[in-house]
């Protein structure tokens, strides 16, 4: 299937040969482009990995902090990281869902004082 936002063709495969349902991810995926056209018209960056986000707010955003604070957030980001870019795939921001989060990702260790699970494989 071609689809054209912004001037630009965007080809992809729908696995099906039921019309209807072809024509329904054809309009899904058309509006994830048109918001992904938006954001760029404005100048946000079209698509961003957790990957990319994790080091930009490591980068920009950690070292201005309390050194008690870039500790606890330092551990959070490394429990992120293992379960959002390593074990997912490196996820677009924009596919992270409220499903993704829990105790899949922190597990029971979120509190900064507790030592980690050693059944957890993200808590490591």
Known sequence: MVLTVGNR???FTVPTT???EAERVARIRYAELERLLERQRVGLPGSV???QLLQK???ERL???AQSTQRAYSASITRFRRYFVEALGD???DAVRPGHSGTSCLG???DVGRQPRRDNPFAR
């Open 57 to 59: 707010f490591e980068v």
């Open 49 to 51: 990995r957790m990957s």
């Open 63 to 65: 070292p201005l902090l």
């Open 91 to 93: 996820l677009q921001v």
């Open 18 to 20: 039921d019309r209807r």
């Open 108 to 110: 029971d260790e979120y």
């Open 9 to 11: 063709r965007h080809r």
